[in-house]
C-alpha cells in the first residue's frame, strides 16, 4: 500500500523548506504526496486561512508534512493539530557535533500538552479597554499526555520524566494539570520530578543534563522548546510530531522567518529531520534513522546555511543530504 502524505507549506520559508523535505522522502520511499494550500497567502487570496479542503486532507491522510504559518498562525496550526486529533506535541531538541552551540550536551525531549491551555482559541474582546482568555485544562487531556509520557519513557528506558508547571500561582489549571500526570505516572510506576517552568528556563539553561524528557502545558512546551532551541544552535534545528491516535502531522519548531524568506538561505535540517519522525511514524524505521544519519553527517561537516554561520543555500544542503542517502 502507497502511504497518502499531505504536503501544506505554508508561508515563508516554509515554501523552501517542504520541497527539500519532500526531495528526501521521495529519496528513500514510495509515497503519494497531496499538496495543500493553507496560511498567509491563500487568506489574502481566499478570505479563509484553512481551505476546508486542506482541512479534510489532513484529517484522512496517514500522515501530514507542514511547513509554517505567520500571522495566520492560529488559523492554520491549531486546527490542522485537531484535524489529526494530536493531543501531543513531540519536540526533541538536541545539540550536533559540529554545530557551535551554547550547550553542546543538550539532549531534551519536550513533551507538550497540543489541545488546551491558553492555546485552545478562547479569547475576547470585551470593551476598547479590557480583553480576555479563558485557560481550558482538562483532567482527560492531561490524563491522555501523561498515558504517552508513560509510554514515550518505557520504551526509549529513561528513567521517569519531568513535568514543568506553575502550579503554585496558577493553582486550579496547572495545578488539575500536574496532579493528573503525576497520578497516572504514579499508578504507571513511572518517576516523575515537578519543576516551576520558570526555574525550568533558568535550569536548563545553567545545566541542561538535568533534564530528559520534559511534559508541560501547551504554552510552556512551545516557549521552552524554543528556549533549548537557542542552547542547540537555533530554531533551524528543532523538529516536531504531532501526534493524534489514528494520524499525524510533522512540523519544523519554527515559524515563517519573515526575514530570510524568499532568499533561499533557510535551513531545512528541522524540516527534514521532521520527515524522519513522518518515516519512523509509518513504520519506515531504518529510513528514518538513514535520513537522520545524513542530516547529522552534513550538519557535522557541511555545507551549512548562514544560521549555523556557513554561506550555502537551502538547495545545498538539501543536496547534501540527498548524497549521502544515495
Ligand atoms: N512550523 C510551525 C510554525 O509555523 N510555528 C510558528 C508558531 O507560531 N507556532 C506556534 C505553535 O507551535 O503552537
Given at each position: 500500500m502507497t502511504e497518502e502524505i499531505v504536503v501544506v507549506p505554508g508561508d515563508g520559508i516554509g515554501k523552501e523548506v517542504v520541497p527539500a523535505a519532500v526531495s528526501v522522502l521521495e529519496a528513500v520511499g514510495d509515497f503519494e504526496f497531496v499538496e495543500a494550500e493553507a496560511g498567509d497567502a491563500v487568506k489574502e487570496e481566499?478570505?479563509?486561512?484553512?481551505?476546508e479542503e486542506t482541512y479534510e486532507l489532513a484529517a484522512s491522510a496517514d500522515a501530514t508534512l507542514f511547513g509554517a504559518a505567520g500571522e495566520t498562525a492560529a488559523d492554520v496550526i491549531l486546527p490542522l493539530r485537531t484535524a489529526v486529533d494530536s493531543f501531543v506535541n513531540v519536540r526533541p531538541a538536541k545539540a550536533y557535533p559540529g554545530v557551535d552551540a551554547l550547550r553542546p550536551e543538550t539532549d531534551l525531549v519536550f513533551l507538550r500538552e497540543n489541545t488546551?491551555?491558553?492555546?485552545?482559541?478562547?479569547?475576547?474582546?470585551?470593551?476598547e479597554d479590557l480583553s480576555t482568555l479563558t485557560r481550558v485544562v482538562t483532567t482527560s487531556a492531561s490524563e491522555r499526555l501523561a498515558e504517552f509520557a508513560c509510554d514515550y519513557v518505557e520504551d526509549r528506558e529513561y528513567d521517569g520524566f519531568s513535568v514543568a508547571h506553575k502550579a503554585n500561582v496558577m493553582r486550579e489549571t496547572d495545578g488539575r494539570f500536574r496532579d493528573a500526570v503525576v497520578s497516572v505516572a504514579e499508578d504507571r510506576g513511572v518517576e516523575t520530578d515537578e519543576v516551576l517552568m520558570d526555574a525550568f528556563a533558568t535550569r536548563v539553561c545553567l545545566?541542561?543534563?538535568?533534564?530528559?524528557v520534559v511534559v508541560c502545558p501547551n504554552l510552556a512546551g512551545d516557549v521552552l522548546s524554543d528556549l533549548a532551541a537557542g542552547l542547540v544552535g537555533?530554531?533551524?534545528?528543532l523538529p516536531s510530531a504531532n501526534i493524534g491516535p489514528e494520524r499525524a502531522l510533522f512540523e519544523p519548531v519554527?515559524?515563517?522567518?519573515?526575514?530570510?524568506?524568499?532568499?533561499?538561505?533557510?535551513?531545512?535540517s528541522a524540516t527534514i529531520v521532521s520527515a524522519a519522525m513522518l518515516l519512523e511514524y509509518l513504520g519506515y524505521d531504518e529510513e528514518g534513522e538513514q535520513v537522520r544519519d545524513a542530516v547529522e553527517g552534513v550538519l557535522a561537516d557541511g555545507p551549512r546555511t548562514p544560521d549555523l554561520g556557513g554561506d550555502a543555500s537551502t538547495e545545498d544542503v538539501t543536496n547534501a543530504v540527498l548524497e549521502r542517502l544515495d
Amino acid at each position: 500500500m502507497t502511504e497518502e502524505i499531505v504536503v501544506v507549506p505554508g508561508d515563508g520559508i516554509g515554501k523552501e523548506v517542504v520541497p527539500a523535505a519532500v526531495s528526501v522522502l521521495e529519496a528513500v520511499g514510495d509515497f503519494e504526496f497531496v499538496e495543500a494550500e493553507a496560511g498567509d497567502a491563500v487568506k489574502e487570496e481566499t478570505g479563509e486561512a484553512l481551505p476546508e479542503e486542506t482541512y479534510e486532507l489532513a484529517a484522512s491522510a496517514d500522515a501530514t508534512l507542514f511547513g509554517a504559518a505567520g500571522e495566520t498562525a492560529a488559523d492554520v496550526i491549531l486546527p490542522l493539530r485537531t484535524a489529526v486529533d494530536s493531543f501531543v506535541n513531540v519536540r526533541p531538541a538536541k545539540a550536533y557535533p559540529g554545530v557551535d552551540a551554547l550547550r553542546p550536551e543538550t539532549d531534551l525531549v519536550f513533551l507538550r500538552e497540543n489541545t488546551e491551555g491558553v492555546y485552545s482559541g478562547h479569547e475576547d474582546r470585551l470593551s476598547e479597554d479590557l480583553s480576555t482568555l479563558t485557560r481550558v485544562v482538562t483532567t482527560s487531556a492531561s490524563e491522555r499526555l501523561a498515558e504517552f509520557a508513560c509510554d514515550y519513557v518505557e520504551d526509549r528506558e529513561y528513567d521517569g520524566f519531568s513535568v514543568a508547571h506553575k502550579a503554585n500561582v496558577m493553582r486550579e489549571t496547572d495545578g488539575r494539570f500536574r496532579d493528573a500526570v503525576v497520578s497516572v505516572a504514579e499508578d504507571r510506576g513511572v518517576e516523575t520530578d515537578e519543576v516551576l517552568m520558570d526555574a525550568f528556563a533558568t535550569r536548563v539553561c545553567l545545566d541542561p543534563t538535568q533534564f530528559d524528557v520534559v511534559v508541560c502545558p501547551n504554552l510552556a512546551g512551545d516557549v521552552l522548546s524554543d528556549l533549548a532551541a537557542g542552547l542547540v544552535g537555533g530554531l533551524g534545528l528543532l523538529p516536531s510530531a504531532n501526534i493524534g491516535p489514528e494520524r499525524a502531522l510533522f512540523e519544523p519548531v519554527h515559524g515563517t522567518a519573515p526575514d530570510i524568506a524568499g532568499e533561499g538561505v533557510a535551513n531545512p535540517s528541522a524540516t527534514i529531520v521532521s520527515a524522519a519522525m513522518l518515516l519512523e511514524y509509518l513504520g519506515y524505521d531504518e529510513e528514518g534513522e538513514q535520513v537522520r544519519d545524513a542530516v547529522e553527517g552534513v550538519l557535522a561537516d557541511g555545507p551549512r546555511t548562514p544560521d549555523l554561520g556557513g554561506d550555502a543555500s537551502t538547495e545545498d544542503v538539501t543536496n547534501a543530504v540527498l548524497e549521502r542517502l544515495d
